[in-house]
């Protein structure tokens, strides 16, 4: 039996992973609650997924830009304004905005409804990043565009 499985040694297959709607790992920052629905330890770090919920009136992070991933946001519901160097986009449900590497952009949701958004992160690089923050707030310091910037500097991403 060369080349063959043998019926009795157990094969070895990727794992499925399947994440509920009340499961995920939940990263808080300020008004804004994300859950990571994949950080990439099943898909070999080539890609990772989190929905974020955006309070009214919440806004994003600085203007970045990211040396080493793509981002993809998909709006589930609500409209989130998204800033690609100095043009603005509302984008609502059902809106696809793709950010490729060293594209300046940031998001908010200006609107008095909460917003919600599925993300993609490719290569996984970034998710780190939202653990960092959420561990500065755990840590009771200030989430200053400094702070922000710093967290930012050690996952291959620049302000614009």
């Known amino acids: 039996m060369t080349g063959e499985a043998k019926a009795d040694e157990p094969q070895i297959h ?3 992973s399947v994440v509920g709607p009340d499961e995920g790992e939940v990263i808080v920052l300020g008004t804004t609650r994300m859950r990571v629905l994949e950080d990439g330890s099943h898909t070999g770090h080539r890609l990772a997924i989190a929905e ?3 309070a009214p009136h919440t806004q994003g992070p600085p203007q970045h830009r990211h040396a080493q991933h793509d981002e ?3 709006v589930l519901s609500g409209t989130i ?3 690609v160097g100095d043009e603005e986009h509302d984008a609502t449900a059902g809106t696809l905005v793709m950010v490729p590497p060293g594209t300046p952009h940031t998001f908010a949701n ?3 409804e909460p917003a ?3 993300s993609t992160f490719t290569p996984d690089l970034y998710v780190q990043y939202f653990r960092d923050l959420q561990d500065v ?3 009771g ?3 200053t565009p400094q702070a922000n910037i710093e967290a930012m500097s050690r996952y291959a991403t620049d302000p614009a």
């Open 141 to 143: 310091r200030p989430m």
């Open 110 to 112: 200006p609107t008095d």
């Open 137 to 139: 707030l755990a840590g």
């Open 14 to 16: 990727p794992a499925v």
């Open 81 to 83: 304004r998204f800033t």
């Open 116 to 118: 919600v958004m599925l």
């Open 72 to 74: 993809g946001f998909y």
């Open 52 to 54: 974020s919920v955006l």
